[in-house]
């Protein structure tokens, strides 16, 4: 019995933080200006590296996560396209590199 405790009190550990980082995350507003993004797709479309290649721009780094993908955008119109290619969401990609990124 003290096992199943232990098992139910860490996946509802794990839980709450998976749902409490996703939370801050989606809070932070879509990304409104030019520069690195971070695509977004959903998981029943089309692969954010589809999306991006279909809105006539590159990945920037070629690691991906399964949902998301890097790439650099010029103007507001590169951000509109990548909305209207299928993007679910579109965030800040600097501020997401920097959490990612190793420290040293």
Same mark, same amino acid.
């Given at each position: 019995?003290? &096992? @199943?405790?232990?098992?139910?009190?860490?996946?509802?550990?794990?839980?709450?933080?998976?749902? &409490?980082?996703?939370?801050?995350?989606?809070? =932070?507003?879509?990304? =409104?200006?030019?520069?690195?993004?971070?695509?977004?797709?959903?998981?029943?479309?089309? +692969?954010?590296? +589809?999306?991006?290649?279909?809105?006539?721009?590159? =990945? #920037?780094?070629? @690691?991906?996560?399964?949902?998301?993908?890097? #790439? =650099?955008?010029?103007?507001? +119109?590169?951000?509109?396209?990548?909305?209207?290619?299928?993007?679910?969401?579109?965030?800040?990609?600097?501020?997401?590199?920097?959490?990612?990124?190793? &420290?040293?």
């Amino acid at each position: 019995m003290k &096992t @199943v405790g232990l098992i139910l009190a860490t996946l509802f550990a794990s839980a709450f933080f998976s749902v &409490t980082t996703i939370a801050f995350m989606m809070v =932070e507003k879509n990304q =409104e200006e030019a520069g690195l993004v971070l695509v977004v797709a959903y998981p029943w479309g089309p +692969d954010a590296s +589809d999306i991006i290649t279909s809105a006539g721009l590159t =990945e #920037t780094y070629p @690691v991906r996560a399964p949902l998301g993908s890097l #790439t =650099e955008t010029a103007n507001p +119109d590169d951000l509109a396209r990548l909305r209207s290619h299928g993007a679910w969401l579109l965030m800040d990609g600097k501020r997401v590199a920097e959490l990612c990124s190793p &420290t040293t």
